[in-house]
């Protein structure tokens, strides 16, 4: 059972590049959601879904996109990379009905 | 908007000591509140989750009580170890979504 898996764990990017974070869980799941942590910070929510083909934004959406056409997986897409997304990248998952949130490893994202 | 606040920010402690960690949250609907910890540069580790109906849970040295409605969530780590050395991150489930507090840095002194 591997629970949420995250790709890649490191990766440098240069302003104005685009990228995409997978993130995939095995838990059949129905919630997911991305994270960005900033150091020393808490955790800010960027986006969630509550199901397949349903997204929402977070308190910090700007700059990124999702999509959920599986249960399985949540890319988030990063388009015209910036510094202020330099970051580490979670990805969590929890089934609906008060459940335990399971998170994948985290992305280390730098703009340079 | 739901809002989490842990105090204090940071917290050093003698080896042995008992450690109190505290969450506060502005809405009192929450599904459930559940602790990480978090090591340095690492992902979260799930501690403890306390449902809504729940009063507290206790693992091992660590015990979670949540008083829903004050909005008050306290975590206790018995006769600490330096190896309890982390960052301690509350997050209250309300609605669909998940919410964090910034977190307490603990630092148990050998």
């Known amino acids: 059972n591997a629970g949420v898996t995250q790709t890649p764990k490191f990766r440098i990017l240069k302003i104005g590049q685009s990228m995409t974070l997978q993130c995939a869980q095995d838990?059949?799941?129905?919630?997911m959601y991305w994270y960005r942590q900033d150091p020393g910070m808490g955790l800010k929510l960027i986006y969630y879904?509550?199901?397949?083909?349903?997204?929402d934004k977070g308190e910090v959406p700007n700059g990124y996109n999702v999509s959920r056409s599986t249960t399985e997986d949540f890319p988030l897409r990063l388009e015209l990379a910036a510094p202020s997304q330099t970051s580490v990248y979670f990805c969590?998952?929890?089934?609906?009905?008060?459940?335990?949130?399971?998170f994948g490893q985290g992305t280390r994202l730098t703009v340079v | 908007k739901q809002e989490v606040t842990q105090i204090p920010a940071a917290l050093s402690v003698p080896e042995g000591e008992n450690l109190v960690l505290n969450c506060s949250f502005t809405?009192?609907?929450?599904?459930?509140l559940q602790w990480f910890r978090q090591d340095p540069g690492k992902g979260l580790t799930s501690l403890l989750l306390?449902?809504?109906?729940?009063r507290e849970q206790t693992s091992g040295r660590l015990n979670a009580s949540l008083d829903k409605s004050s909005g008050r969530s306290t975590l206790y780590i018995a006769a600490s170890q330096p190896g309890d050395s982390a960052t301690y991150l509350c997050?209250?489930?309300?609605?669909?979504?998940?919410?964090f507090g910034a977190g307490t840095t603990v630092t148990v002194r050998a």
């Open positions: 838990m059949n799941h129905n919630y």
């Open positions: 879904s509550v199901g397949a083909g349903i997204t």
């Open positions: 809405d009192s609907a929450i599904y459930n």
């Open positions: 997050a209250v489930q309300s609605d669909y979504k998940l919410s």
């Open positions: 306390i449902q809504s109906s729940q």
């Open positions: 969590a998952s929890l089934m609906s009905g008060s459940t335990e949130a399971f």
